[in-house]
Structures are given as structure tokens and as C-alpha cells.
């Protein structure tokens, strides 16, 4: 009788326990798991003055707790998706170790460490979390994904002796037995097939829930508090611009553009696309764009419509394994259709409007900090804590992003030079 009783309250018990999991906040052991966006990767690189300010190391300091990263030197490591891939060079002019603070320099502040927290990857796929490991040799010439890999992962595993472990991102973090857990994983997946224009790229939804689920589920059975992040949508950065949107950047009216280079009036200029316009308005051209430089209304509507099944999938597993939910998909869809005000400046999410590097698609640092400061939030109203928020104001002198003058609209005077 008395095990008959037990066993009716154990589903009450099992909820407990999974409730109580979520009633305090243990912010010891903080690590994010994430691709280029969580990395602090901008103007086509990952390098130490964004990683810094990164919203991740943003919210570890307003947490107070440590958040070793794998500080790049400039100019950087990773390629731009979108953009012309670039040799593998490592270590590059100007950089020494590449990766700062190694080998473990004395009395170095802040004090070097072996393992870091900040395991985000540029290039990383959802899928690659799971199944990408560092590989010998460290730098590969022919290989840049699995060079940038191999020195954050990888590093300094591969130059110790052999039989050391190789771990891919999930391992990493599962081995670091993290007290809260932050997975910003799925936007390499969607950026990859929006920047080549190709719907055929974009992850199965089925295939990508389950994947994702082997990844929230491996961080909580460990008894970490996780934060998930949707997904965000590519149509809503500054690497697609509209033709009336162009106009602002190159002069030529909406209706020019459309009817000079054969384009729908729906249609989106890549950024590439953008800079060739912008060029050949410049010298009074009208050659034909190279290819890449349009993205037509139907694909960008197929992406978005991936872009909303998968973030649907993420909602389902967050709701299924206890997890918090941000989301990131909206933050970008705001920031499209309003801007963002910070003191009495409005950011912009055009080309150079302040709220995106010049890659167009990852964000400058005062973004970075308003997303720190949702996520924040969100932590301060589900444990009911108090962490102060980052104040985005401090950061608009030091932003690379945040440009006043637009490059590319240089519209030529009566006499043949430059009008500014």
C-alpha cells in the first residue's frame, strides 16, 4: 500500500524537482554555446574589440562572473558567409599568437586559462555543435572552418601531447558541467543559405528539432539553468536592402535602379549587390551586376518562412525541457521596422545605420548591449533577481558600428570631383 502511494505522487515529485531547478539561480559555471552572433564575430572577422563586448561577456560582467574567451588578436580569424573566402593565414600580419594569453604569460590580466566558457564558433552550424571536433594539424591551409575550429576548440589541446581529449562544442560544454547554459545556435544555418541565395541549404525542420534537442537535453541532465535563442531572420539585417532603401546609400530613385538593371521592385540587393550599385553610380555606369547581388522576393520568402519553422521548433523544445526562451528573431524584426534609440540617437538596421558592422549581419556593440540587457531581464523576472543592466549610452563613441557618413554615396559636382 505504502509503495502504491509512492508511486502515485512520483510524476508530483518529478515536477518538483524540475520546477525547483528553475527557482534559483546559480551563475558559477556561465557557458555559451553559439556560432559567429555569440562569438562577438563583426566586420567580417573575429577579433578581441568585439569579443569583449560581445553580449555574452556583456552579461557574465553584470553577473559577476568569470568568462575566460578565446581573445583573437587582429585583425581576426573566420571568413564572411557572402563574401569572398580568404586564404588561411595563421598567424596573420600583426598577430603573434593569434589567440591571446597563450602560452599563459605571468602575472597577465586578466590571468590566462586553459579552458574557456565562451565556446561559440564562428561558422558553426546547429548540426556541427554535435559532430565537429578539433583536428590535427592546428592550422589548416586548405580547411578555414576547421582552422577556426581547431583555435577555439582545439587550443591548446592540439600542441600538448597525444591522447589529449579533442572535444566537439556540445562536449565541450557538457565536460564543463556549466551552472547556466546559453545555446545561440541555428542563425549560421540560415545566414549560410541566404547570403548564396539558395533555400536548398536551409536545415530540415524535423532534423534540426532533433538536434537540438540532443543539445538542450545534454546541458539540463547536467542541472543547468538553459536560455535558448530563436533564430534571426537574414531578410531583417543590413546585408538585404530593399531598392528604396538603396536610394538613401546611392541616390538613384527606386524606379531607376528597377527599370536600369531589370529588377522587380520587390527584389533585395545583397550587400555585395549594394557595393557594385553604389560603384557604378559613382563612375555613371550601368553594367550589369555581378552574380549574387539580387535576392528575389519568392527566395527571401522561403527563407522567412524556414526562418519561422525553425524558431517554432525551438520554442517546442525550450517548453519541452524547461528551458528559458529569448527571443533573439524578434529583437532583429524590431530593430528592421523601428530602429533602436539609445540617448537621443535612433540606430538603424540599413547599411550603416548603426546597428549592424560592415558585414551587414553581425552587430556592433551597442546592439550587443541591448541584447544583454533583454536576456538580463529575462533572467531578473524568472529567478527574481536584480542584475543591473549594461548602459548602452557609454558605448556609442567606442562602436565601430555606429558611423555617421555613409561610404557609398559620393554623387559627383558640375566640375567632375567629389561633393560631400
Not at 93 to 114: C, H, I, K, M, N
Not at 157 to 177: P, V
Not at 339 to 368: E, I, M
Amino acid at each position: 500500500m505504502r509503495n502504491r502511494l509512492l508511486l502515485s505522487f512520483l510524476p508530483l515529485l518529478l515536477c518538483s524537482k524540475a520546477v525547483g531547478q528553475q527557482s534559483k539561480l546559480d551563475t558559477t559555471t556561465f557557458v555559451v554555446l553559439g556560432e559567429g552572433l555569440a562569438a562577438g564575430m563583426a566586420d567580417f572577422s573575429l577579433k578581441d574589440i568585439y569579443q569583449q563586448q560581445s553580449f555574452p561577456a556583456l552579461i557574465a560582467k553584470q553577473i559577476k562572473t568569470d568568462f575566460p574567451q578565446p581573445l583573437i588578436e587582429p585583425p581576426g580569424i573566420g571568413s564572411a558567409p557572402g563574401f569572398p573566402a580568404m586564404e588561411v593565414t595563421v598567424p596573420a600580419r600583426g598577430q603573434s599568437t593569434v589567440r591571446e594569453w597563450f602560452p599563459p604569460t605571468p602575472g597577465a590580466t586578466p590571468a590566462p586559462s586553459l579552458f574557456i566558457f565562451n565556446i561559440s564558433v564562428p561558422g558553426l552550424k546547429l548540426a556541427d555543435s554535435i559532430g565537429l571536433r578539433p583536428v590535427s594539424p592546428l592550422i589548416q591551409k586548405n580547411n578555414p572552418q576547421q582552422t577556426v575550429i581547431n583555435m577555439i576548440l582545439g587550443y591548446p589541446a592540439l600542441l600538448l601531447q597525444k591522447g589529449t581529449a579533442l572535444w566537439s562544442q556540445l562536449e565541450y560544454a557538457q565536460n564543463l558541467k556549466p551552472s547556466l547554459a546559453l545555446v545561440e545556435l541555428g542563425y549560421f544555418d540560415v545566414l549560410d543559405a541566404a547570403t548564396k541565395g539558395d533555400p536548398t541549404l536551409l536545415p530540415d525542420v524535423a532534423t534540426f528539432q532533433t538536434n537540438y534537442t540532443q543539445i538542450v537535453t545534454a546541458l539540463t541532465s547536467n542541472f543547468a539553468n538553459v536560455i535558448v535563442t530563436t533564430i534571426p531572420n537574414p531578410m531583417d539585417t543590413a546585408y538585404f536592402t530593399t531598392l528604396p532603401a538603396a536610394t538613401r546609400l546611392v541616390g538613384a530613385p527606386a524606379a531607376t535602379i528597377a527599370q536600369q538593371y531589370n529588377l522587380q521592385s520587390s527584389d533585395l540587393l545583397t550587400l555585395p549587390g549594394l557595393m557594385a550599385l553604389g560603384g557604378n553610380t559613382f563612375v555613371q555606369s550601368t553594367s550589369p551586376l555581378p552574380a549574387g547581388s539580387v535576392l528575389s522576393s519568392a527566395t527571401a520568402a522561403q527563407i522567412t518562412a524556414r526562418v519561422a519553422a525553425l524558431n517554432s521548433a525551438i520554442s517546442t523544445v525550450a517548453q519541452q525541457k524547461g528551458a528559458m526562451l529569448y527571443d533573439l528573431n524578434a529583437f532583429f524584426a524590431r530593430a528592421k521596422a523601428q530602429g533602436v534609440t539609445v540617448g537621443t540617437r535612433t540606430l538603424t538596421a540599413d547599411f550603416q545605420g548603426g546597428c549592424y558592422s560592415l558585414d551587414g549581419y553581425y552587430p556592433g556593440t551597442v546592439v550587443h548591449a541591448l541584447i544583454a540587457n533583454d536576456i538580463l531581464s529575462l533572467l531578473n523576472k524568472t529567478f527574481s533577481t536584480s542584475f543591473a543592466t549594461v548602459d548602452p549610452t557609454a558605448l556609442l563613441t567606442s562602436d565601430p558600428a555606429v558611423r555617421i557618413t555613409p561610404l557609398l554615396r559620393r554623387p559627383r559636382n558640375n566640375t567632375g570631383g567629389d561633393s560631400r
